[in-house]
Each structure stands twice: as structure tokens, then as C-alpha cells.
């Protein structure tokens, strides 16, 4: 799905500020028909952002169910006979979606982009309504998972909604809301595939254009707008000679214009970003244009005060910034596919991405029910097949990502996961075989039963804390055995996806306690130095980046505090540590 951006054949509308909310507390909004009539009795609620956080009342925060989300917006009469497309960056985690109280779509997961034609349902030269109704209940049908509980005590019942991962479950509007235009014939997709000979720089395009039939013109401009190829079809290969390769740590980005041709005239025209590399799997090393290439970097999450899981575009450049100052060369979308707008940044500022599913959490209740028949499990497995489609279908042309994981930590130790996964990855590799096919585990070596799938092993362990909490010294000769031991049985390159120790900032103890500081730092220390001992490892992923919000739980004092820096971006000691040792390290 194409990202809109404006052209001299697309306007655009950003429908982002303040809408009405309404919280449906007896969830009798759809049964009354709110869509009908403009929503009564609304708070004011910035969009995008999480709307947990944003109000004082802790029923808003904690709600299970739906709320409703509502505008006007006026639709130019010069757009009448255009497409008139209403898009939502992400809605978590499920949304339904009304235009003067006609539903235009339905959506299910949050984190991805979805959108409708609603030229058919708009007043032109007038003001409209949208209507949402939001929900943020997770079943065991959704990735990720949860299930809503209802525990029955002699005195009274409590529900709550239970989920499995590891970070607070914000929903809401949490990306751009945007109105655009299209003619009639347009541009419906464009799939890039680059590709290296010696100097020269292949940048294969496959076009679809919807509405029409129309011819396809192409042309290459490298960043000083010079173009460089073209051609024509819409199967078209450019060729370019001395090209400027996309490397992390050495982005370089063409513009690729597109052109939908209707006989002599220009119909529709849009641009995107290309950037030139290969990536592959080969004797034991990943590499990037041909060159073995090694990650040293972060997991993240998009978590912040106020705004939740909101886009947020001063934190993404800050946090770019951060990456590159403490010499990261990639990261982890875990546990979710993040903005579109991050991932361009992510282009543009040289990060390799390793870009995940929402698959998170898929473990402890249902491991028995993975892929029974008659089971949540097989219309998750469904539902996980459709949100690798469309994760692949909206990242497919960003250079920056170089692998695809499926899930984080699922229950893979169980057999009947060994087919959900295998069927996972196969459609993953059906709808891009240009790049590999990873899955983040976590259970005994002996037991996994998906790692043959995989082209690279990614383990996430926390010795010396989980396991044997304050002895440091375990860390070095533990790893070292079971990172081996992951080598041992697949043979392929094996990536420390996670590894980190909670620590409050300002903590200080020496020696080193847990939660401190210092044991942070010591404990990066000891892991880097294991790491260094072994010839397969592949990468280095800390987690966390910074602090997050968790659900509350005895374990979690404000939240996760894995970070190395703060959620307010502040480095702890260990940040610094790492720098020392990402600025110097060599990674090809
Ligand atoms: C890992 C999970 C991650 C958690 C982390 C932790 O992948 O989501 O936040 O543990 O417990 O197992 O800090």
C-alpha cells in the first residue's frame, strides 16, 4: 500500500488535531447508532496519540472496549470526479469507520495503515463527518493475543483484559489521518527490487495501476534531482551506471517517478525513495552489498509520556539522533511494525531495520492450542498470514529493512507451532523473496521447533538477571554455552536479539546490585566481551533503548526500565559504555 504523498496530480488533506471522544461505557454506541448523529457529551482529544494518558480519569485510561473518535472536514468541489481516499496510518487496535453516518470500513489490528475510496460517501464544496469507534479488546483470533477475563468472587466480579507482552496495551488514533486525492486511472502500487553488477546500480519497478488501463513511464533522479535512467512499462527495469549504493551508516536515496500515462497526457505521477543494496544470507554472515555486515543496536518501542504510542515526529528524529550518536547501526521494530514516517527517517538516516509483526505475546495460554483445528489459534494463524501481506505490502520498497521478523518469543517449543510458523514464513517468502525471514525465540534450544525455517537464529536471553538475578559472573560462561548451543543445531548465523537488566536512573551502587547503574553497565560489559569470543554472532541488539510504560504489575516500577536511556531520553551509564564501544567497532 502505497504512503500518501502529494503530487501535481494528488491533493492532500491532514485531518490531524483535535476530535471529539467518547468513551462507550455500556457499549451501546453501535446498537444506538452514534455514527448517526453528531456524538454528544465529547472530551477533546488530540489526534494521533494514545488517549489513555491524555485525561485524569483512569476509567478513560483503563477502559475495555470501544470509544469513539469523531470529526467534520470539508470536502474542496474541486475534488468532485476525483478519488477521495480517507487513510488511517494505525488504529489500535481495531477500528470501524463511518463517513456521514455510512460505514466506509472496518479494520482489524492495530499498527498498520488501511483506507477506502469514499468519493461515493462525501458532500463536495461542504463540510463532513467521520466517525470512529475504536476498540482495544485483544482476543485469542488477534495478533497480538489476550483475552478478556472475568474472575467470579463471593463478592463481586472483576474484568480485566489479559495480554501477554511486555508493554502497556495504548490504543486510539495513533497515526496521521489523511485525506487524499487520486484521478480516476492511478497508481496502485509500485514494487521496487534493487539489485548490484560491479558498478552498476539495477532498480527493477513493478507498477499496478487501478481504473483503467494506462501506460507507465519511469524516470530515476539521483538527490540532486539529475535523472539517471528511465524507461517505460509496467514492468520496467532502469539500469544505473556508477550508482550510489543505500548502506547503513551511508544512505543514499534516488527518487523514483512514476508516471501513468493516458495517450500523450500525464494522468497521475507519484514519487517515492529508492535506495540501491542487496541483502543476503550467505556462508554464515549477513550480508549487506555484498559485504558481511554486523548489527550493533537497539530494540525499541514506540512509548512516551503523554502521547502513548502517538507519532510523534520531534521523538523519532530525536531518537535517531540518540542511535547515531551512540554509533548504532541498526534496530528491531519490536514488537509491531512502526510509523511509515519512522521508517522513512530509518531510510534516510542509514539504519538497518529489522522490521517485526505484531506477533508478540503468543505464548503461556493457548501453547496447546498453536494450531488446533476448531482453535483461536487457526484463525490467528490466518489473520498472522494477512498482517504479513500487508506488513510486506507497506515496507517492501524501504531500503532500510533487511529482514522480516515474524514474531517475537512465541511458545515455538511446542510441536503444533512448528506448522503455524512454517506457514507463517512460507507466506512471508511468497510475498518477498528479496530479503530474509527471521523469528525472534526464546524457549530451549532442544525444543524449538521453527528455527529450520528461519535463515538467522535470533535469541533473546537475560542471564544474570531473569536467570540468577546479581551474579554477573554467570553471564559470560552461560551465554557463551547456550549461544553455541543455538549455533550447534541450526547452523546458521545466530543474532543476541535482546539482552538487558531493568535500572532505575541515578541508582548507584558499587559494587555493582541489581538496578543499578552500574550493574547495567557492568553487565553490557560482560555480554560484549562473550560476544566477542564468538564467530558467528551476527548482532547485538540491547534491549531497551529507553524506558517504557508496561501494564502495572509487582515486577514493573513505573514500567520497564531496561533502557539505556530514560523515557525522557537522558543516557544511563551504560548508553555511554555502549558508545565507546559501537563508535569504534568495526561492522563489515
Ligand atoms: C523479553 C520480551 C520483551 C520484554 C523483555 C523484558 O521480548 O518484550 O520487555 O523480555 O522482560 O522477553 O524486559
Redesign the pocket.
Known amino acids: 500500500m502505497l504512503y500518501p504523498r502529494e503530487s501535481e496530480t494528488r491533493e492532500l488533506k491532514d485531518l490531524c488535531g483535535i476530535w471529539e471522544f467518547k468513551v462507550d461505557r455500556k457499549g451501546s454506541g453501535r446498537r444506538e447508532r452514534w455514527q448517526a448523529r453528531p456524538l454528544v457529551g465529547t472530551i477533546p482529544m488530540p489526534v494521533p496519540s494514545s488517549y489513555n494518558d491524555i485525561t485524569q480519569d483512569s476509567s478513560i485510561r483503563d477502559h475495555i472496549g470501544e470509544v469513539w473518535y469523531e470529526r467534520t472536514f470539508v470536502v474542496p468541489a474541486s475534488w468532485e470526479g476525483k478519488r477521495v481516499v480517507l487513510r488511517f496510518g494505525s488504529v489500535t487496535h481495531h477500528a470501524t469507520v463511518w463517513v456521514n453516518g455510512r460505514e466506509a470500513v472496518s479494520h482489524k489490528g492495530g499498527y498498520l495503515p488501511f483506507e477506502a475510496d469514499i468519493s461515493a460517501f462525501v458532500s463536495y464544496g461542504a463540510a463532513n463527518r467521520v466517525s470512529l469507534a475504536v476498540s482495544n479488546v485483544l482476543d485469542g483470533t488477534c495478533i497480538p493475543p489476550g483475552k478478556v477475563v472475568a474472575d467470579k468472587y463471593e463478592w463481586g466480579t472483576v474484568t480485566w483484559q489479559d495480554y501477554w ?3 502497556f496495551s495504548y490504543s486510539g488514533i495513533h497515526r496521521a489521518v489523511t485525506l487524499y486525492t487520486t484521478p480516476r486511472a492511478f497508481i496502485e502500487d509500485v514494487t521496487v527490487r534493487t539489485d548490484i553488477k560491479g558498478a552498476t546500480g539495477i532498480v527493477s519497478c513493478d507498477t499496478v495501476v487501478g481504473g483503467g488501463r494506462r501506460n507507465v513511464h519511469l524516470r530515476l533522479l539521483d538527490a540532486s534531482g539529475r535523472e539517471v535512467a528511465s524507461g517505460s512499462g509496467a514492468r520496467c527495469t532502469l539500469e544505473v551506471r556508477n550508482a550510489r549504493f543505500w548502506a547503513p551508516g551511508a544512505a543514499y536515496l534516488y527518487t523514483l517517478e512514476v508516471t501513468a500515462l493516458n495517450g500523450g497526457s500525464v494522468e497521475d505521477v507519484y514519487r517515492l525513495s529508492v535506495g540501491i543494496r542487496t541483502v543476503a544470507v550467505k556462508g554464515g554472515r549477513f550480508l549487506i552489498n555484498g559485504a558481511p555486515f554486523y548489527f550493533k543496536g537497539v530494540c525499541k518501542h514506540e512509548d512516551a509520556d503523554i502521547r502513548g504510542k502517538g507519532l510523534d515526529h520531534a521523538l523519532n528524529v530525536k531518537d535517531c539522533n540518540l542511535m547515531k550518536w551512540m554509533g548504532a547501526n541498526s534496530l528491531r521494530t ?2 509491531y511494525p512502526y510509523s511509515e514516517e519512522f521508517m522513512d527517517l530509518a531510510d534516510r538516516e542509514g539504519f538497518a531495520v529489522i522490521d517485526e509483526s505484531p506477533a ?1 505475546g503468543c505464548n503461556f495460554w493457548d501453547r496447546k492450542e498453536f494450531y488446533k483445528p476448531g482453535s483461536d489459534g487457526v484463525k490467528r494463524l490466518a489473520h498472522h498470514v494477512d498482517v504479513m501481506r500487508d506488513l510486506v505490502a507497506r515496507d517492501k520498497n524501504h531500503p532500510c529493512v533487511v529482514m522480516w521478523s515474524v514474531a ?2 512465541p511458545a515455538s517449543d511446542h510441536p503444533s507451532a512448528r506448522e503455524y510458523f512454517r506457514r507463517v514464513v512460507a507466506a512471508t517468502r511468497k510475498c518477498d523473496a528479496t530479503r530474509p525471514v527471521t523469528m ?1 525465540m ?1 524457549r530451549a534450544v532442544q525444543k524449538e521447533q521453527a528455527g529450520d525455517f528461519l535463515d538467522v537464529v535470533c535469541v ?1 536471553k ?1 542471564n544474570s538477571w ?1 536467570w540468577y538475578p546479581g551474579r554477573l559472573e554467570i553471564a559470560e560462561p552461560s551465554m557463551l554455552h547456550e549461544l553455541r548451543l543455538w549455533h550447534k543445531r541450526f547452523r546458521k548465523p545466530v543474532f543476541l536479539t ?1 539482552f ?1 537488566a ?1 535500572t532505575i536512573e541515578g541508582f548507584h551502587s558499587d559494587p555493582p546490585v541489581i538496578f543499578s547503574e552500574e550493574y547495567q553497565k557492568a553487565f553490557y560489559e560482560r555480554y560484549c566481551a562473550m560476544l566477542d569470543k564468538l564467530d558467528f554472532i551476527i548482532g547485538e541488539h540491547v ?2 533503548f529507553a524506558d517504557f510504560l ?1 501494564k502495572q504489575g509487582i515486577t514493573r516500577v513505573g514500567g ?1 526500565r ?1 533502557g539505556v536511556f530514560t523515557r525522557q531520553r537522558q543516557p544511563k551509564m551504560a548508553a555511554h559504555f555502549l558508545r565507546e564501544r559501537w563508535t569504534k567497532m568495526e561492522t563489515s
Open positions: 507482552f511486555d508493554f519490536s514488537h508478540v517475537n518469543e525472534v526464546c533473546n537475560y531473569y535482546e538487558g531493568d534491549w531497551n508496561t520497564n531496561k
